[in-house]
């Protein structure tokens, strides 16, 4: 009797925590403001569209302090609240299937870009661990946080969890090419172990633990146009995982692989274990 209430009370948890999946389609148009580049608006217009399926789907967190409504555009109105974060939803996109179309318009002067994407989604039963990363530039103390970087600048990261885990570290460029920062080039098992409550410093020999110091990547950005965007996505799970299968680049640059390899590395992932968190910062580079 015992193992059979043992086993009920296991079943009855699981479906406690079971997390649906679902394949949606959506469509955004963004008026973009003045200082936002094309690219900058095409990111912006397909995370609204994702946001935007999770939340008919699954439904969100209201929030009467950060909600605001979209004015109307046209003589149309729409009732989806623009200011709902990825936090505020109750799912998570987890693929993009296929490409992304983009129709780029202007209305006034005004930067339209509608967008069409089509991706699986998963509903939210858990909270996400709650860690704590910090992009940094030319210094690394949190202090020197920052989003825009000039050429020639430092690159560093801090990261802290409140759990032990495994951590990946990803940078995406203007032209969708992939580098994996972390785990090292000489880090042949292709993990990094992180330890809870520790505050860590990467890409700096200086003040990488001594046992560290001869595979640490020291990276100093470039920018070869005048304006360049990438992102940067940290990758943090409690359960083991190993980095994407990528190639050797020419020396002085990461090990790389194409975004598509990455986003289907990523979604398999995410498929099989519902604690990883990827967290995506926007990075400018100015020549």
Same mark, same amino acid.
């Given at each position: 009797?015992?193992?059979?209430?043992?086993?009920?009370?296991?079943?009855?948890?699981?479906?406690?925590?079971?997390?649906?999946?679902?394949?949606?389609?959506?469509?955004?148009?963004?008026?973009?403001?003045?200082?936002?580049?094309?690219?900058?608006?095409? /990111?912006?217009?397909?995370?609204?569209?994702?946001? *935007?399926?999770?939340?008919?789907?699954?439904?969100?967190?209201?929030? $009467?302090?950060?909600?605001?409504?979209? %004015?109307?555009?046209?003589?149309?109105?729409?009732?989806?609240?623009?200011?709902?974060?990825?936090?505020?939803? *109750?799912?998570?996109?987890?693929?993009?299937?296929?490409?992304?179309?983009?129709?780029?318009?202007?209305?006034?002067?005004?930067?339209?870009?509608?967008?069409?994407?089509?991706? !699986?989604?998963?509903?939210?039963? !858990?909270?996400?661990?709650?860690?704590?990363?910090?992009?940094?530039?030319?210094?690394?103390?949190?202090?020197?946080?920052?989003?825009?970087?000039?050429?020639?600048?430092?690159?560093?990261?801090?990261?802290?969890?409140?759990?032990?885990?495994?951590?990946?570290?990803?940078?995406?460029? %203007?032209?969708?090419?992939?580098?994996?920062?972390?785990?090292?080039?000489? /880090?042949?098992?292709?993990?990094?172990?992180?330890?809870?409550?520790?505050?860590?410093?990467?890409?700096?020999?200086?003040?990488?633990? $001594?046992?560290?110091? $001869?595979?640490?990547? @020291?990276?100093?950005? !470039?920018?070869? %146009?005048?304006?360049?965007?990438?992102?940067?996505?940290?990758?943090?799970?409690?359960?083991?995982?190993? *980095?994407?299968?990528?190639?050797?680049?020419? @020396?002085?640059?990461?090990?790389?692989?194409?975004? $598509?390899?990455?986003?289907?590395?990523?979604?398999?992932?995410?498929?099989?274990?519902?604690?990883?968190?990827?967290?995506?910062?926007?990075?400018?580079? *100015?020549?």
């Amino acid at each position: 009797m015992r193992n059979i209430l043992t086993i009920f009370l296991l079943l009855f948890s699981c479906s406690l925590f079971a997390q649906k999946e679902k394949t949606v389609e959506a469509e955004f148009t963004y008026y973009a403001p003045e200082n936002e580049s094309p690219s900058q608006a095409k /990111q912006a217009a397909l995370k609204h569209a994702q946001i *935007k399926a999770i939340a008919s789907e699954f439904g969100t967190i209201v929030s $009467q302090s950060n909600i605001t409504r979209m %004015e109307n555009k046209g003589g149309e109105s729409t009732d989806y609240f623009l200011s709902i974060g990825s936090a505020d939803v *109750k799912g998570e996109w987890i693929e993009t299937i296929g490409k992304p179309v983009y129709n780029i318009t202007y209305d006034d002067g005004i930067l339209v870009v509608n967008v069409k994407v089509k991706g !699986r989604i998963r509903e939210i039963v !858990r909270s996400a661990i709650d860690f704590q990363a910090h992009i940094l530039r030319n210094g690394t103390d949190d202090k020197f946080e920052d989003d825009t970087f000039g050429d020639g600048d430092d690159l560093y990261l801090s990261f802290v969890s409140p759990t032990k885990g495994f951590l990946a570290v990803y940078l995406v460029d %203007e032209n969708s090419e992939v580098y994996c920062l972390l785990p090292y080039r000489d /880090q042949e098992d292709g993990i990094y172990p992180i330890r809870a409550n520790k505050r860590y410093v990467f890409f700096n020999r200086d003040i990488a633990p $001594q046992q560290e110091r $001869q595979i640490v990547d @020291e990276y100093e950005m !470039r920018c070869d %146009e005048g304006i360049e965007h990438n992102q940067i996505y940290v990758i943090f799970s409690p359960n083991e995982f190993a *980095k994407a299968a990528d190639a050797t680049t020419s @020396e002085g640059l990461p090990r790389h692989l194409t975004y $598509q390899d990455f986003n289907r590395w990523l979604a398999k992932c995410r498929k099989h274990d519902v604690e990883m968190t990827p967290r995506m910062f926007n990075l400018t580079l *100015k020549r």
